[in-house]
C-alpha cells in the first residue's frame, strides 16, 4: 500500500483495514478493504467463523475499531467458549461495548409465508448494533444458512444485494462467510453469494496430505490492490490464526559487518573474524563428524558474551545436550539456568512443517535471542517433502534475517551422499557453509572442516583437523607435506618424524658453528702471540737506535774535544 | 394511524366481561414503520382477527424501528412478522398476511391437510 501510495499521489486508491492476523496482512498489502464487503469461503472446519471474530477482536483490541458480529449459526456463548481458547476474551469486549453480537435463528418449521415481505427486521438490528457500539467491522457469518430457512429466494436474493449496499452505506468493513460449494460445483459457495461481493474474495481450504492436515488461504481476487497469488499455509494455534507468507517476497533485510565468534578461536580465524551477525550458516557432515558441538560451542560463545540463544533440537533432549557437551567442556547448563540459553525440543512428525515454522516464529519473537541453532534440519524431511522443507526453511531463515539474529543449521548427510549437497536443498540459501567430513586412513577416522563458503568475507580455503577434546574444540593444520596430506596419527607421526630430522640437522648446525668457532679462537690467539712479538720486535728497534745515536754523540763530542786540543782549525771549518 | 406515538400499539379488543375465561390470543404484529405493507397486514390481521376470533383476541403492533432490541428478542428477520405468543407454540408468520388462507394455518386456525385439499 505505501508503494501505491507513493507512486500514484493525489489519486484514490483502495484503502486498506488492517485485519492484525499474522500475514494476512502482508498478503494483502495492508488489509481488507476499508469500507467494503469481503467474502470468505471455505469448506466445513476451515476457520472461516475464526479469521472473521479475530478481524473483530484484533480490531477492538490493536485498532480501536469496534465491531459487530451478525451470527447465523452459533450462539453468543457458543462463539465465546470456542475463541476462548484462542486467547480472546469476547465477553469482556461485549461488556466494555466494545463488540456485539447477536445470534440470528430462524426455525423453518415454526414461519409460514403469508404475501409480500422483506428482511428490514435484520437491517434494523445489524443498524441498532453497529449504532450501539459505534461499530467499523461487520462480520456476518454466515449469510448463507438464510437460504435454508427462508423459502422465497427471489425476495432472499434482492435483499442480499439491498443488505450490501445498506453496509456499504454504513461504511463499515464487512466480512462475510460463506460454505464452500459442494465437490464439483462451478461457483465458490454453495448459493453463489460470491456474485454480490465484487470486492475482496478469500478462500480458506483444509486439505490433508501424507496424514498432516495443513490449512491453506488464497485470495481469490481483490480488486484494486495488489495482493499475493499463492496458497499460504495457514496455521490455528493458542494465538488465533497465522498466515505464513513464503517469504518477505522482497529481499531486503539490513546487514550488518558485526562478526560474532563461532566459539572456536582457530574456525573465527579462518573465517576472518567469525561469522557475521544475522547471517544463516550450514554446517553439514554425516553422523559423528561433530556438527552438534559446533553448533553448542557457537550457543556457548553468544551465551558466554551475554547474548541469548535459542537451541532447537529435533532428535535430542536438552538434558542429553548439556550432558555431552559437558564432555567436551561446554557447560550448557549454566546458561540454561540463567535463561539465556532456552531449549525447545520436539519431535519433527509431532505437527506439520507450518506449525514447526509457526511455533519457532513465537519462540524468536518471544524470546527474542541473538542466535538460533537448529539441529539438525535434515530431521525435518520426515514431515514433508525436499520441497516442502526448503520452502519452510526459507521462510524461516528470511524471518531469522530480518530480525538480525544469526542462525546455525545443522544438516545430517547420509555417508553415501555427495558431500556437497543437502537433504533438504537448502545449501543456496546459506551464507556460510561449513563442511564436516571424517578421513579414513591408517586405520582411524578423523574430523575434518573446511569452510566450503562463506560471503562476503576473505576466509581460508584450507582444509582443517578438527579435534574434539575435553578442552573443547579445536583445529589444527592438517600435514600437508610433498604430495600428502596427512591426518591424525599418520600426521603426528609424521610430524614426530619431522622434529627428529630438524633436530638432526640442527645438532649438525651446531656442531660445525662449535668448530669454526674453535678454528677462529685458536687463529684469534695466534694472532696475539704474534702481534706480542712485532711489539718486540718494535721496541728492540727503538732501542737500538736510541743506542747508536748516542753512540754518534759521543764520538762527535771526542773529535771536537781532539781538535779544540789541537786548535788545529776554527770551529766548523771541516 | 392511531398511535403512532408509542412503539406498541395495545389495541385490547376483548371487550365483552363474559369472555374473560375463554382463552385468549395474544398476537404481535412487528413492522419497521408505517409503510404500505405494514398498513396492509394490520387492516389484514385485523379483519381475520374479527372473523374467526372475535373478543378473544390481543394485537400488539411493534415498530422495530423505534424498539430495534425487541427484534433480537422474538428473533425477528423478516416484516412485516406476525407472532403468536399465546396460545403457545410460539407460531410466526411472515408477509402483509394477504394470503387469509395461510394466516389462519399458521395461526393453527386450520388444518394444513385441510388447505392442501382446498
Redesign the interface.
Known sequence: MKNSKGKNKGIPCVEKCPTGINGLDDITEGGLPRGRTTLVCGGAGSGKTLLSMEFLVRGAQEFGENGVFMSFEESCDELAQNVGSLGFDIQDLIRSKKMAI?Q???ERS????????????????M??MIDGVGAKRVVVDSLES?FSS?PNETVLRSEIRRLFRYLKEKNVTVIVTGEQGPAGSVGLTRHGLEEYISDCVIFLDNRVANQVATRRLRIVKYRGSPHGMSEYPTVIDGNGLSVLPISALKLAYPVSNIRVSSGIPRLDRMLGGGYYKGSSILVSGSAGTGKTSIASAFANSICAKGGKCLYCSFEESPEQIMRNMRSIGFDLAKWHRKGDLQFHTVRPTMYGLETHLVKLHRLVSDFKPDAVVLDPVSNLAAVGDTDQVRSMLTRLIDYLKSSGVTALFNDLTSGDQANEMTNVGISSLMDSWLLLRTVESNNERNRMLYILKSRGMAHSNQMREFILSDKGLDLVDVYTGPGQVLTGAARLLQEARDRESEENELKEFERRERAILEERTAIESQMRALKAKLDTLKDEDAYNARKESGRKKRNNNYREEVSAHRQADIKGGR | MPGRNTGQDKKAKADAPGSAQRKEWELRLYIAGRTPRAITALANLERICEEHLAGEYRIEVIDILKNPQLARGDQILAVPTLVRKLPQPVRKIIGDLSNKERVLIGLDLRQRTESRGG
Open positions: 447477536d440470528v435463528r430462524v415454526e414461519i409460514e409465508e403469508t404475501g409480500d415481505y422483506d428482511l428490514e427486521g435484520l437491517f434494523v438490528r443498524g441498532s438464510l427462508l
